[in-house]
């Protein structure tokens, strides 16, 4: 790992490859030996089946986000249920898949910089479901799609995996000079995330699709990835946003969707990607109740009057 040292400037490449070189950092364990077998073209997917159910918290995850690439409901957790996702995403789609548990498993270990961290894996999985539902209505492979979907803010994952947020010269940057995350990285790199996605995707040999995504080919996968994108993006500017009425009136009635139907397959869209994030939640509130002992006496002191004055309001975050 490079240590960035005080007042020495290194090459805007230096600052790439330690994204480009992030994914021999992260793989290890299971990880390692199901990108060692893929490299095999004699691999099975039972074979890769085995080595994932060796891993109890990676089986869960590969298992929700391959069955959601396909709306397919996940009923049991073993060999026979993982080996039938894996034929579905494709080698490939496993790949992809692994890759990007890895990167938000690190994600979620990081102690900074947590609601950045968090709104990127949400995209992430606003974008893969939004483009499997449009996938799904233009009759093209919904796995695919959801794959490319999944991955086209990968190197933003990349950049919040690395070290560079903690490098003095990144921090130089967003304290002196008020840049965003982005901006930062690209005065040190010469890159935009974007950029670094459209290369991490070649140099990682992810998906011939999300590779597609990244240019200038405009078949109609491409365009589901798209509007997926466009779909997710323009969500977050609230349902009552010009951005959702600008996809409402024109990509989504051209599907053949009223404005209510639309309204309704994007909501649709961001709940299911919600209770997908869900478990990489780091700013979930810890709410346990009382001790039902204590709770009357509770209630009874609150209606009593006091002077005293109230403390300061405790963080309910989890550290």
Known sequence: MMKPVENKVFPQEDWQNILYDLDLKIMSGSLLQISNLLEHPNTTAKQLADVVLTDIMLTSRVLKIANSATHY????????????????????????????VSLMD?????????????????RSFETAVQARNVGKIMKVNTEDVFVAGLLQNIGELSFWCSSIPDSEQYQALIDTENSSPEGAFKSLSGKDFQEISKELSSRWKLSDLLEASFGSEQNPSVKAVALGLKISQAARFGWESKEVNQVLQSQLKDLGFNILGAMKFMKDGVNEALSLSAAYDLEKPKTPAPAKDTAPAQEAEKKKPSNKKPDGPTSLIRP
């Not at 994600?107 to 894996?121: D, E, F, H, T, W």
């Open 106 to 122: 690190h994600l979620v270990k990081k102690k900074k910089n947590r609601s950045q961290l968090m709104a990127c894996i949400s």
């Open 73 to 100: 409901p996940a009923k049991t957790s073993d060999e026979g249920a993982l080996t039938q996702a894996i034929v579905r995403v494709g080698f490939n789609g496993l790949r992809a898949i692994c890759l990007c």
